[in-house]
């Protein structure tokens, strides 16, 4: 079953050069692999501090 329809405005800009890079208005989150070790890099920058540790707790959240 699909989700229900959001404004667009909520999607995420996606970029995929080096990596997997989210892009909303506010904020962003940006997968990438390592060049150096066998892991992926997880980086999230939002306007403040609250946003950024919102991001990265759901982003956990997710992989978990």
């Known amino acids: 079953q699909r989700p229900p329809p959001r404004a667009a405005s909520t999607w995420p800009h996606v970029c995929s050069e080096n990596g997997v890079k989210f892009v909303w208005q506010d904020r962003w989150l940006h997968f ?23 991001l990265q707790v759901r982003t956990e959240a997710l992989l978990k």
Do not use: L, M, W, Y
């Open 32 to 54: 990438r692999p390592s060049n150096t070790e066998p892991i992926v890099r997880v980086f999230v920058e939002a306007a403040d501090a609250t946003g950024a540790r919102e």
